[in-house]
């Protein structure tokens, strides 16, 4: 029997440590079902399947769609990336609508009259005036005697509508201002026309001239007379067609993903007369007059089933159900309850055909949806989303019909609504003329900045999109920036100075940089990390998440503030990475120096020239012995004029040295002009300063002209017999005036020595020699 060995050769007890991954905070998504935050639980662990409601596309896309769209790029990114789900996104283009139809048929009419019409007279002139008098008697109806006094005195009528009286009648009709607007635009227009006439100016451009004004108002008049008429499919396909490639140029521009499927309610019509035919069967639909309407009272009444999910409360608003079947829907018949929709629309003349069971018609808005997202991700998914504004009833409708369709209780688990975007405090609106589309938002900033504000808010509250709010984003964008710009610049200092991150100590021995400062630092970083973490659990709260990161940035700089000489370069560069991992994450695109991509060797050639350059000119300045003013000028030069032009920055440091940065040419210039206008206003206001003190010493000396003999013979001559209290203050203003006059002779003195003249420059003269 072997002996056991000695217990020095045994390993001891290994101690597993606490596992406190419970403690740590869960994902939790908002959710719209249940007005709550929830934990996200998805069908199959690792994997979302997530359907997006795309756009519907008949004209240029606008901030509520980059409310919508950019804002579930964000939690979309931050899934994928930092949660490491594998996101199936599906996203639908809306291009049978009844929008569509409208705009398609207006802008055809529009086009074929623009086109027929060769030149301008009094037959094009007298259809726009009755289309003018038709859109006034329909647009301003609201506001009581509008319609008679605009038609028959348009200048009183404007004339009228001051900022008081637009203001009360906005308040009886939201779209008002916008519908004046159109009539303002095309009254004038009429009035060129008609003096154009006069004037024997009857040629195609003036009469495009009228029609361009007038294209609002010829809109509806020209779709009343002959919209029924147009048949051609391809009307109905090239508009949205044209709109779809302009959404999607936003969306690239805005950094926005692309979907992981695209999928068309065009390219879905034979699957959608399916699903329609199914829910038909399960008993919830029926049809009428060529039409099939979903039974709302029948699914409701269902004890597995419950109608209007997201809005309860928004049952029976027959102005939002109104809505929701669309402009053209409003003459559909066969409804057995008002609250029933459209699952297929039967097809009027000048309306888009398909051939169904029910006959010729189109599908329904909502069905479209339902149709699409089954097609892809089936019986139920982990999310569903889309703007607020889309709740009630699309969403409901949707989820209705759905559940009807597999007769289940819940087709989405999850459902995520963006929230409305105001502008300056009121709702986007065309009538209210702060409509911005999304191409008009990036003339004024960039996609970077914009999404800087969008992660600002909290994805699923009321957005504010104003000035204010956006100048704190650029300055966010510009603590970012300069953030990296520093910790880059800083680490190409060390590595160049041959210290490799040490710390020479007087003695000539070496020492670590992780100190107090350092530790102090990682934890920090350690916590902000942490906070990102919960902030991101917490229903992806962006807005806490850039508070961490900010927060982060300010520790940081005061930690690089003594300079290159007192940092730890790894620990710099470890959390410089995270953050810059993190904006990327969100799709902020900051951090990397793309300054000196391209021809590296041109660049260097092209600073070595400038140094050579440099070099000359201090080599004569020495042989010419000039001042060391003359030096520190050439300084300057190098640093704010040749260097700025190739992207070279050099900050001047508190130790006497300059950080190096290689950012581009433009944004080295920017902070060069904003640095000497800067110091300019600080000039002016100096100067401006200086001549307001050289402006009341002049006016006290020329007090000083007369003698304190003189005034006290005019004091007296005013009062000849003074009290004693009269006495004491006429002293005291004698006393006063003698140092005046004493003054002033000295003044008077340098006058008459240099040959001056009694002004603001002689008595700065004065004062200087003085001195």
């Not at 008949?58 to 979309?76: V, W």
């Amino acid at each position: 029997m072997s002996a056991s060995p000695p217990s020095s050769r045994i390993q001891p007890k290994w101690h597993k440590p606490k596992d406190i991954s419970n403690e740590r905070p869960v994902l939790k998504l908002y959710n719209s079902l249940t007005k709550s935050k929830t934990e996200f639980v998805p069908k199959r662990p690792g994997h979302i399947g997530w359907y997006n409601c795309g756009p519907t596309v008949y004209d240029a896309a606008h901030m509520g769609h980059a409310r919508t769209y950019l804002s579930m790029d964000i939690i979309r990114r931050v899934l994928e990336s930092y949660f490491g789900y594998k996101v199936n996104f599906v996203q639908n283009i809306t291009d049978i609508d009844d929008k569509i139809i409208l705009r398609a048929r207006q802008q055809y009419l529009f086009n074929e009259l623009k086109r027929s019409t060769t030149q301008l007279d009094e037959s094009l002139i007298q259809q726009v005036e009755s289309s003018w008098n038709d859109y006034a008697a329909s647009k301003l109806a609201k506001v009581e005697g509008a319609v008679s006094t605009a038609t028959a005195d348009w200048a009183s009528f404007e004339q009228k509508m001051t900022a008081e009286e637009m203001a009360k009648a906005i308040l009886l009709d939201e779209k008002f201002k916008m519908n004046f607007s159109a009539l303002q635009v095309s009254r004038k227009a009429l009035d060129a026309a008609k003096a154009a006439i006069t004037q024997g100016k009857t040629d195609k451009q003036s009469a495009d001239a009228l029609l361009d004004a007038s294209q609002d108002i010829l809109a509806t008049s020209l779709d009343k007379a002959k919209g029924l008429q147009v048949e051609h499919p391809e009307i109905f396909r090239d508009l949205p067609a044209y709109w779809e490639d302009m959404y999607f140029k936003d969306m690239k521009e805005l950094n926005v993903l692309s979907p992981s499927v695209k999928t068309r309610v065009s390219e879905f019509v034979p699957e959608i007369i399916q699903y329609v035919q199914k829910i038909i069967d399960n008993g919830y639909a029926y049809a009428a007059s060529g039409s099939v309407y979903f039974d709302t009272a029948r699914f409701d009444s269902q004890e597995n089933h419950d109608y209007a999910k997201l809005a309860p409360w928004s049952k029976g608003d027959m102005a939002l159900i109104e809505d929701g079947e669309g402009s053209l829907g409003a003459k559909l018949e066969g409804k057995r309850n008002p609250s029933d929709f459209a699952l297929w629309k039967a097809s009027k003349p000048g309306e888009p055909v398909w051939e169904s069971p029910w006959g010729k018609g189109r599908p329904g808005w909502h069905i479209e949806c339902s149709v699409m997202a089954s097609a892809v991700l089936g019986s139920n998914m982990d999310i569903h989303s889309g703007g607020i504004d889309l709740a009630f009833p699309h969403h409901d409708n949707e989820l209705a019909q759905s559940e009807a369709y597999y007769d289940c209780h819940q087709w989405v688990n999850y459902f995520l609504h963006a929230g409305h975007l105001h502008v300056e405090g009121q709702k986007m609106s065309k009538s209210l003329k702060n409509f911005i589309t999304i191409q008009e938002a990036l003339k004024t900033y960039s996609a970077r900045q914009l999404r800087l504000f969008f992660l600002t808010h909290q994805w699923h509250t009321k957005m504010d999109f104003k000035h204010t709010g956006m100048q704190e984003a650029i300055q966010m964008e510009t603590t970012i920036k300069n953030f990296f710009d520093n910790v880059t610049a800083l680490g190409n200092r060390i590595r160049s100075d041959g210290s490799r991150g040490s710390i020479k100590l007087e003695n000539g021995d070496i020492t670590h940089r992780w100190r107090e400062a350092e530790d102090e630092l990682s934890k920090y970083f350690q916590d902000r990390v942490d906070g990102v973490h919960a902030a991101l659990c917490d229903s992806i709260n962006t807005p806490a998440a850039m508070d961490e990161i900010v927060a982060l940035i300010s520790q940081t700089n005061k930690y690089m503030a003594p300079g290159a000489s007192v940092v730890n370069l790894e620990l710099l560069e470890d959390i410089s990475s995270w953050i810059q991992g993190t904006m990327e994450m969100f799709g902020v695109d900051i951090g990397k120096n793309t300054a000196a991509s391209g021809d590296n060797g041109e660049f260097l050639m092209q600073c070595l020239r400038e140094l050579s350059s440099f070099r000359d000119r201090v080599r004569q300045a020495a042989l010419d012995k000039k001042d060391f003013k003359e030096y520190l000028k050439l300084c300057d030069e190098l640093r704010d004029v040749q260097l700025a032009e190739l992207g070279v920055a050099l900050d001047d440091q508190k130790d006497g040295t300059a950080l190096v940065k290689l950012l581009t040419p433009e944004e080295v210039k920017k902070a060069r002009d904003e640095k000497m206008a800067a110091q300019a206003a600080k000039a002016a206001k100096a100067a401006a300063a200086k001549q307001q003190r050289l402006q009341k010493g002049w006016e006290r000396l020329q007090k000083g002209k007369q003698s304190p003999e003189e005034l006290e013979q005019e004091r007296k001559k005013e009062n000849a017999e003074m009290s004693k209290n009269a006495l004491k203050k006429l002293a005291k203003e004698l006393d006063l005036q003698k140092t005046l006059h004493n003054d002033y002779v000295k003044y008077k003195s340098f006058l008459d020595s240099t040959g001056s003249q009694d002004n603001l420059a002689s008595y700065e003269s004065f004062l200087d020699q003085a001195k």
